[in-house]
């Protein structure tokens, strides 16, 4: 049932309250220089069908660009923090953040890019380890090494982590700290020449405001057409499969991504894995139907010949979830539009969404506070690069 808000007017509505549009409200709510008021809208507080809910909830540093690098490792170190950050009387949640990190195969031309991708990630102070195939197989004996070069490992900041945690607990963390979250649905943007000034709501209130994020994930292109405004973002359908192995995998067992884009990754005793659809085609915000053929085409047969125990799997779930995904590069755009500077994305994550929440959340409320960057400088991800048609490519998209 739909609730309504306390107010007519807020400093600050975020359109969407799942880890992104939390995040920022926390960021907001506990920087002693914003004093102002925040509301968060989200039509479903069951999060059942959100990004947050449905993802693989894992983080890296291997990455090609510096941003994104930077942007992971503080994240981590968050990660590592949250209970201490999230405490509310006396409740620390902990994100049972499994530091496993990711194991990167290639075969020869894959493996000329990571060893481009190692410096750079060397460089930005990740801490990833480069190996040729003897080395893998030397510390992962469970790898069949046909065909591949090498790959890379990332030794800190990379693994999984509780995704309905992070998120419930930027949630409770940001109440605790006076933002205000309502049920509800935004119908109308209300916008008066450059400006945003407010939204209707799905029971018809009007709410006034002098920013908008729009955190809406796969519904953030309908909330920006609301404005009159347009992103190059879509629902691209993501299948996931639990399964069991007769013969477990001995010893630490990485997020690995075989060369195909297979990957997998341990689920306590069982295993989770899916795959980088070949054909990836935009969904209706409705369609999570899973494509069980993806996994026994496309998955089982690579995790088959990458790893011999998988022989013998059963699968004993499965789900699909969305990626609100940017058409242009798969990087998230993030800050405001270049006329209507109230009306700030953080759309297009592409799968990152999650892990990235906490350097986003905090540079918003950053823009916000100050009318800039302070932390780290996320211009590189604004939404000028939409108008110019200028991505800004990165070369290690899962």
């Not at 949640?93 to 890019?113: I, R, S, T």
Request: charged share 20%; aromatic share 12%; net charge negative.
């Amino acid at each position: 049932m739909a609730s309504t808000a306390t107010k007519q007017h807020y400093d600050v509505v975020i359109v969407g309250g799942a880890v992104n549009g939390s995040a920022t409200a926390y960021f907001l709510a506990n920087n002693p220089d914003f004093t102002g008021s925040v509301l968060v809208i989200e039509r479903d507080w069951t999060y059942a069908q959100s990004a947050t809910a449905l993802s693989s909830s894992s983080i890296r540093v291997q990455f090609s660009n510096p941003i994104n690098i930077q942007i992971s490792r503080f994240g981590a170190q968050f990660i590592r923090d949250f209970g201490q950050l999230m405490e509310v009387g006396g409740d620390t949640p902990d994100l049972n953040f499994k530091e496993n990190g990711y194991l990167f195969l290639a075969d020869q031309k894959g493996f000329d890019v990571l060893k481009r991708l190692h410096q750079t990630q060397l460089d930005n102070g990740a801490d990833v380890t480069l190996m040729d195939t003897e080395a893998l197989v030397r510390r992962f004996p469970w790898v069949n090494p046909d065909s591949l070069a090498g790959g890379t490992y990332g030794e800190k900041d990379e693994g999984w982590f509780d995704n309905y945690g992070i998120m419930n607990g930027f949630r409770k963390k940001a109440r605790s700290l006076g933002v205000e979250y309502i049920e509800n649905e935004v119908v109308e943007v209300l916008r008066k020449g450059d400006l945003v000034t407010g939204v209707t709501l799905a029971n018809g209130e009007r709410i006034s405001c002098d920013y908008i994020v729009n955190t809406a994930g796969t519904r953030g292109p309908t909330v920006a057409r609301m404005a009159g405004l347009q992103i190059p973002v879509e629902p691209r359908r993501r299948s996931l499969f639990v399964f069991a192995c007769h013969t477990p995998l001995e010893g630490v067992v990485p997020l690995t991504i075989d060369p195909t884009g297979v990957f997998f990754r341990p689920e306590g005793h069982l295993y989770l894995g899916g795959t980088y659809p070949k054909v990836d085609p935009e969904v209706a915000f409705d369609d999570f139907d899973v494509l069980h053929d993806e996994f026994e085409e496309e998955v089982w047969p690579i995790l088959a010949e990458r790893v011999p125990a998988f022989e013998a799997i059963k699968v004993v779930n499965s789900w699909a979830g969305h990626y609100d995904f940017c058409v242009l590069d798969h990087n998230a755009i993030v800050g405001p539009h270049n006329e209507v500077r109230n009306f700030l994305f953080c759309n297009g994550f592409s799968g990152h969404g999650l892990q990235q929440a906490p350097a986003i959340g905090r540079g918003l409320s950053e823009l916000i506070t100050y009318g800039q960057y302070r932390s780290l400088d996320l211009s590189a991800l604004s939404y000028e690069r939409v108008i110019e048609n200028r991505p800004f490519l990165e070369d290690s998209v899962i």
